[in-house]
Every structure is written in C-alpha cells, then in structure tokens.
DNA sequence: GATGTCTGCCC
DNA sequence: ATTCTGC
DNA sequence: GCAGAATGGGCAGACATC
C-alpha cells in the first residue's frame, strides 16, 4: 500500500481531495468524506473507492488500519498503521486548529510519526483564527463601501469554502469562481454547513464579494473588472513581500496548515520515538525536534511512501554524517551537509571525504562544479519551462511555490516533489556529458527540452542540486579557498600550493587530478591556457593612490584606462587565443587578430582590445557591435568597418612564466617584442610615487585624451590573478551628476523580492514642461534606505503599470551620477545614462528644482 | 517580414 | 560596470 | 579584503507574435 503517492498505484491511501495528493490509483482507501469529493472532482468511479469511517478498523496484512480526521479540509485523514511490533501515523497535510468545514484532527499516540512540516520554521506563527476572520471580514466591508470589489483568492477545495463561511456570517453576498462552485457543492453534498454558493457570471454585479482559485488571476471576469481589490488567503502571508509576490492588494494568513507552535503541540500529543517530516522546513523542524530530545529526521526526496509491501516497513534512514557516494545522489547529500554545516573545518573534512571517493574520471567535474566553472548557466526562464514541462503544472502553480520558496532550486524541489518521475542514478560523467550537450546546445528551446528530459530521470534533491548547479547559485556557504584547502587535505598536500597551481590554471578540477596523482609540479602557466586577469581596485582620488604606493623608492607606475573589452591573447605554435575577462573565448569575434598573431613568437599578453581606425579609437559602443557575433557578415567582414587593436600592458610569458617576476621584468619582455600593428603597447608613465602634483597632472593629460582614467602599478609587483591582491588601482574622473525625480518604482528579486527596489527617475523637459524618464537606478542606495523609500512610494502610488511596476507621486530627488550620457531609445528623454548610480537622496529639494532635459542634453 | 521580449555578455 | 553587505 | 548579491545600458541572437 502507498501513502499519498503522485503515481497511479494498485493500491494507495489518499489522505485528502487536494490534486497533489492524489493520482488516478486501481484502488483508493480514504475517508467517505474523501472518496465523495474524489468522485465529484477527479470522476474517480466510486466502484474504486473503499471508505474508512472515522475510528472504523480495518486489517490488511496483519496489520490494523484505523483512520482519524486531520482537519486540513473536509474529508482529510491521518491514517494510523499498527503491526505487531509497532505503530505508525502518516498525518497527510493537517491542521490543529477548529474551522467551518474540516473536521477536528486528532491525534493517536503512535511509535512512528510521519508528518508534514510545511510551515516547519519559528517564524511561522499564525494570529488567533477569529482574529483573521475579523480582518478578512472588514476588508470586504470597506472595501465594498468604497464601491469597490473585494476578490479573495483562495484554493478552490478548503478555503474556498471557509472564506466562504466567514463572509456569510459576516452578512457578505459572495459569488464563486466555477471550481469554487463545485468544490462547494461537492462539500454541501456530505453535509457540510455552507450557504448555498452563487456562481460568478461573466460580470461582476455590484454590492458583492468575489472567490475565486488563485490561478484565476488572470480570468477575464476578474481582470476586466477594473473596480477591484484583491486579496489572498494563504499562510505564506507571514513571509515578507508576499504582497508583491502574489500581485495582490492584502494577504491574510488563513491556513489550512498547522503553524510551528501547531506541529510542536501535535508532535506532543502523538508522543512518538521516531518523527520522519514531508514537505516544506522538513530539514529545520526535524532539527529542532532532535534537539528536544526527540530522534526526527527528514524524509529525503522519496515522499512517496511504500508500506506493508513486506512484514516490516521500510523507510529510509538518513544520517547526517553518512558517506556520501560518489554520484549524483552522493553530491546532492554533500551538498545539503555543507548547506548546514557551519563550521569552516567540518565542511573541509566533508568536502575532502567526498573528493577522496572519487575515480580519477569524476574528481576533475566534482571538483570544477563545485568550484563554480566548467557549466554553462541556464537563466530561470529556461529552467522554469523545463520544471513546467516535467511536471505538467499550469505557471500559476510555479509562481506560488516560487513565491513562497524566493529560490529557484528550492522551487524545483518542493515542484519536482510532486511531479511523476522516472528517477535513475546519475554518474558524474552522465551529468558531466548533460552539461556539454547544455552547453552545445543550440537555442533556449533545445536546451529547455534537454534538461526537462534530465530532470524527469532525477529525485527531486537531485533536481534541486542541478538547478544549483546550473544557476550559479550553490550557496553551500564554501568559496574558492574553502575549496582549495579540501582539495589539499584530500591529498596530502599544503594548501598554499594547491593555491598557487590554482592561480596558475584557473581551473581547480585540474588541480585536484594532479594533486591525487602527485603531479602538481608540472601544472605550469602555458600561452593556450586561460587563467584568471588581474584586477584593479577603485580609488577615490589621487591622495589614496600615493598613500596606497607608500614609497619614496619604489617607481609607481601608470597607464592609460582605455574603454575597451579586456582580453588575453595566448600564442601558441598551434595558433593563436583570444579570451575575455571571464574566460570566455573570443577567438570568433576577432579573427583577423589571431591571424595576425601568427607573427609572434608563443606568448601570453594581457590587454585591452579596441577599436581603431584611420588614426583614430573609437568608442567602446562601436567595439561592441564586434561581440556575440556567431558569423562574420556583410561589413564587418575581417572588422573592415570596425578595425580593432590589441593593446598590450602585460607579458605572463615569454619563453617562460613570468607572472612572478616583477612587472618591471614582464615589461621589458613585453618591449623586447616590438608589436606591430594591430599590436602595441600600452604607454607607461613611470612616475616617481611621491609627487601628487605630477600624478594629477597625468590623470588630467590620460582624461583629456579620452581615457576612462588611469591604472596605478606597483613595478616590483608580481601578477596576481583574479581579484586577490591590490597590486593595482584604478583611478576614474569624477562623474558628472544630474538631480532627477523617481516617478515609478519597481520590485526587486531575489532577497529585494519584498521591497520596491529600483527606480525609474525622469528630468523636467522645459519645452513641454513634462518629465521626461531618463534611466533607472537602484545602486548607491543601503538596505534601509530601500526600505524606507518602498514604504514612501508604497503610500505615494499612482498606479500599477504591470505586475511589478508601480507609477509613484514624483516626490523623491535623486542624484544620480554617471560615466557618460548618451542618446538613445530606450528612454522618452531620448538620453540615457551609462554606469547610473544613486549618490544622495536629495530630501532637500523639491519637485521644481530638478535638472532639466535641456541641461541633460548639453551633457553628451 | 517586422516587431517585441528575453538572454548572455561586454562595459 | 557599480554598490552594499556579511564574513 | 573579499566574495556574493543585486542592479544599470547596449549589443547580437533566438524566439514568439502578429
């Protein structure tokens, strides 16, 4: 017999009407209550069905069979399992609390508990019910004194019905959305109390209050009817931002779920000496039972429960500190370990076991995901279309979970975990050929249908583990060091050099393959292999240049800042590469770069590529129609229209690795290569590190010559790939600012999911005397100053533009400062801004004392 | 075919 | 690119 | 000091829609 499974079986008990517990199984156990609303919602034939009375015993395989009410909704049961040894309550979703339409739950004393945890986290504490309901109540009265509609969207099963319920006694005419409707009905049939429902007709008449399913938000009833304010019921109210994610006016926290204090008192009363949780914080809420004292664990992606298959029932046992294998399943546990292990040394020894498992195949993939290299990302759009795909589910039943979960990966777990799967165990390998064909794949459909297909073969946590995977976001709270040091522990070695290898490749998984076979030494810098650039830190003005130098003896030394693509150019005997600053190969963009680069002799040069013609640079705007480009066409063949250079100002080697010699040393071989066009070496101040006066000089001299500033170096520095170190500043001018006004707000993803977090501001046009939006800016601001603006435009809205736009009062001065201002479309200014930031919130002035269009224009 | 929207990658 | 934040 | 998150404009490409 199965609980709850998503997969028709023979022989399954479905604790409720709710469609993700229920499949279409041979034959279902449940309660009357449940087999009625199975008949009328799903046409389940009733010839199916064998109904359980509360308290009523059935056995099946020596085993006795009892059910109790939950008080999720109408009809749902725990069911309570006693075989000869011991006892077992799987609770399905329930709730401790009374309402109109569910039964009272209760709760058998069992040895077992298995148990749902949605709402598993402290936080989640739900206000005393009649409190709710006076809430709910009063925000239908006014806002139907307002004239206005109040729509309330609940889930057509359960709390349709109890918004129902609590407008009727509150004196409130209700029409219902269809499901509704016969959801309602269906509930009326067993004897229920509830008024008789009115269906929801093409239009809305006046006077009455509005129920409707949550994926109705877009019903053409609803949405045309402009007088409206909405309202959602759900316990995810108590998560921050649930107003903005559910698009709606007012969230009210009606549950049919137990809240924390709900779960602890039920676990109390069952008094079990094993608890397993399902759904939701099943990780947290298991946590914090262990420590009360009581063994609870989290049932790990198999929430589809088998029992009385054989005389004692099997479930799986998790262990925090199990060993992981060395598969994907293996990686997802890692994973979860290092998710919730604090300590900075239990995650090395995790990491380190974990790296020791595996076979010399696998090591170099782990090692370089883990890392954060060697996967092409897929953006959420894709992935949320793979999710739909495998799970079939409308996008309105995304957007819930997304909402409530504010993770993707979190997302694709608790979706998948409800979703007919096909799981398979995965090699590192078989994920490791995934990512290429990801990665090879030609256009976001084929690589949507790819992973679709990859996810249906996986476990939910396995699912949950790609979709971090492939979005960058690991967030096991490990970085690159942390990396590096378990690689070293693993085999054997000092961190320092498993450090210094990495620099030099860029590649970690490399590393660790040669750290395992002893071979680290003859991991060496080579022109064809990419590693990491140097970086330059930003510098405030020229006094923080020369007190960052701090040397009398030291020559400090400067270089142009061109506005161009950062690049490598590695010359083998093989041919030549391009790559960007992330790596990525540029080697089709510029063709006519490598060909010439055929002339030098094998090096790796670090510079900047610009365009260039007829004695000329130009903009980095005209540079940029050379990229991304897949074929050479038309007038940009071989760059005829937009010829590039490279400027070279670094040499990493030349007959050999130079990256820890001094940069007096990398430059003298950079000079003995005498480029040739369309190479050249970038000019060189050297400056003596104590004159400021000089030093502003040459600031003002590389600014007036078009540069985007100057780069400060050290000349004994050695190279210091990626952003470790400070060996070099960079210097910018000041940037030119304009005071503009905020006329619409916008919210922000991710952590700012729950504020209005970025700023569409506008200058006045003196001509027609409107305001004219000239780009959009959320940089420059601290958390709180978000947040106290979001709670100012949230009083001073005007109105919803789209889902995530508001139009606010034009009260708030901003000023924003720039690197350059430029004509374009993008804006009805016709101007728009690059590198907008926000330098001040000008609280000191007013609406009219904003810069005008005509002030912006004479910027460009 | 023109237009609009999304994504990835440069700054 | 920039900025802020937490470690 | 550093990594990570969350955000700007503009371009080319890939699709969706009309």
Known sequence: MWLDPHRPRPFAFVSHGHADHFARHQRVLCSPGTGHILVKRYGVKASKIEALDWGEQRIIN???????????????????????????????????????????????????????????????????????????????????????????????????????????????????????????????EIKVDLPNPVLLEKNIPPGVAVIAPPNAVRARA????????????????????????????????????????????????????LVYTLHGSTREFARDLRAKGIEAWSIYGDDQLELLES??????????????????????????????????????????????????????????????????????????????????????????????????????????????????????????????????????????????CFLQQCHPAEGETMVRLLTGGLRAGAKEGLYEEAVAKAFNLSPSDIRYAAMLTGDLGEVAIAAKNKTLDQIQLRPGKPIKPMLASPSENTEDIIKWHDSKDIPLWLEPKYDGIRSQLHVTPNGAHLFSRDLRSLDNEFPEILEAARALPSCLLDGELIAYAEGKRLTFFDLQKRLGRKKIQGDLFLGAAIPVRFIAFDCLYAQKSLIDSPLEERRKALESLELLDPFTTIPLIRSNGTDIKALEREFKKAMSDDNEGLIAKNCLSSYQPGRRGQSWKKLKGVMPTLDCVVIAAQQGHGKRAGVLSDYTFAVRDKESGELRTLGKAYSGLTDNEIEDLTDHFQKTTIEKISRRVVKVEPTIVLEIAFDKIRPSKRHDSGLALRFPRIKAIRSDKSLDEIDTLQTAKKLV
């Open 62 to 188: 020596d085993h006795h069979i009892t059910l109790h009410p939950a008080g999720h909704i109408t009809g749902s049961a725990m069911i309570r399992i006693e075989g000869p040894d011991q006892s077992i309550l799987y609770t399905g979703d329930f709730k401790t609390r009374s309402s109109h339409t569910a039964e009272i739950a209760e709760f058998p004393k069992s040895d077992i508990l298995i148990m749902e945890t949605t709402f598993g986290r402290p936080q989640f504490v739900f206000p005393p019910t009649d409190e709710i309901e006076k809430q709910i109540s009063r925000f239908a009265c006014e806002t139907l004194e307002d004239g206005e509609t109040p729509v309330f969207f609940a889930y057509s099963l359960g709390k349709a019905q109890e918004a129902l319920a609590i407008l009727h006694n509150a004196g409130i005419e209700t029409v219902v959305h269809k499901t509704v409707f016969e959801m309602t009905q269906a509930c009326r």
């Open 222 to 273: 609803i949405r045309s009817h402009k007088k409206r304010r909405t309202a959602m019921l759900s316990g995810w109210a108590l998560t921050p931002g649930s107003q903005y994610r559910y698009q709606v006016d007012q969230v009210f926290p009606l549950s049919d779920h137990a809240d924390y204090p709900g779960l602890l008192e039920s676990v109390e009363k069952v008094s079990p000496s």
């Open 311 to 452: 005389a004692s029932p099997e479930i799986p046992l998790k262990s925090e500190l199990s060993r992981p294998t060395s598969d994907l399943r293996g990686l997802s546990e890692l994973l979860e370990s290092l998710t919730t292990t604090a300590s900075r040394l239990k995650k090395i020894e995790l990491l380190s076991i974990f790296l020791q498992d595996c076979n010399d195949e696998e090591l170099p993939f782990v090692t370089r995901w883990l890392s954060g290299s060697g996967i092409t990302h897929l953006g959420h759009v894709m992935i949320r279309q793979a999710l739909l795909e495998v799970t079939g589910f409308p996008l309105a039943k995304y957007k819930t979970v997304s909402a409530s979960q504010n993770d993707t990966a979190r997302t694709a777990r608790l979706l998948l975990e409800e979703a007919p799967l096909n799981p398979l165990a995965h090699s590192f390998k078989e994920v490791a050929t995934h990512f290429d064909q990801l990665r090879t794949a030609d256009g976001s459909i084929a690589k949507t249908q790819l992973f679709s």
